[in-house]
């Protein structure tokens, strides 16, 4: 497995907001985590990324250890945090934004040639170098942040709510942008509100409830789970 969290748990104070928490991601493809708001879904992106110190537990990433790692030590082990909110630098050029991906990166050729590759995924953002971050659209701006992440050439990448606030049509196409990474070889750690999203995606899923994994299995079959279609699916 290339990244698993054993037992994890996470406080916030004396709030217990990850409960002993088991996940397994393998070296290709997509795992999804969904829940309800507050169940833990984020914190568990944030505790893979050492923005939430854990309290109990471990986080392996290729074998080796890195709860207790700084987040820069974390993103230099090929884990990138695309966070919810769609989080870019508005002062900055579409372009700027994306080097700053590449911030712990010496290696300028390469640098030059990642950025080609982005903009060769991301056409509209080649059209847009030039324009502050803060000028593009919603969908345009979850395109940067991703963009940007990939900047790392992760081994990983973690999303938190992509489709969040996009129209049906910028949905689909994040999630052609999703599918896309993947067959680049770079495993999507997925947390999705949009859970019909999320499960179509993904090969594997977690449902987490107030800080516990209360169901998990292949995504299709969760899909057609009775719980999930009633607390998830709308059914």
């Known amino acids: ?67 207790k790692l700084a987040p820069e030590k974390i993103v230099a082990r090929g884990i990138a945090h695309v966070p919810e909110g769609r989080r870019v630098f508005p002062d900055l050029t579409v372009e700027e934004n994306l080097r700053t991906g590449a911030f712990l990166r010496s290696d300028k050729a390469e640098i030059d040639k990642d950025l080609d590759e982005v903009f060769h995924h991301f056409p509209r953002l080649k059209e847009r170098r030039r324009q502050w971050a803060r000028s593009l659209s919603g969908g345009e701006q979850q395109m940067l942040a991703i963009g940007r992440a990939l900047m790392s050439r ?10 969040m606030g996009l129209s049906p049509v910028m949905v689909q196409e994040m999630a052609r942008i999703i ?41 299709h079959e969760l899909h057609d789970n009775e719980h999930v279609k009633r607390a998830y699916l709308g059914a």
């Open 1 to 67: 497995m290339l990244l698993e969290i054993n037992n994890v748990h996470v406080h916030y104070h004396k709030v217990a907001a990850l409960k002993g928490i088991n996940i397994a991601v393998p070296e290709d493809g997509i795992v999804t985590i969904i829940g309800a708001n507050g169940a833990g879904k984020s914190t568990t992106l944030r505790a893979i990324s050492g923005l939430a110190p854990i309290s109990k537990g471990e986080i392996l990433f290729a074998g080796e250890r890195i709860d």
């Open 154 to 163: 992760p081994k990983m990448l973690v999303l938190d709510e992509p489709s």
């Open 179 to 219: 599918r896309d990474i993947v067959d680049r070889g770079v495993s999507v750690v997925l947390v999705e509100q949009n859970a019909e999203l999320a499960l179509k995606l993904a090969r594997y899923a977690y449902v987490l409830e107030t800080g516990s994994i209360a169901l998990e299995g292949p995504a």
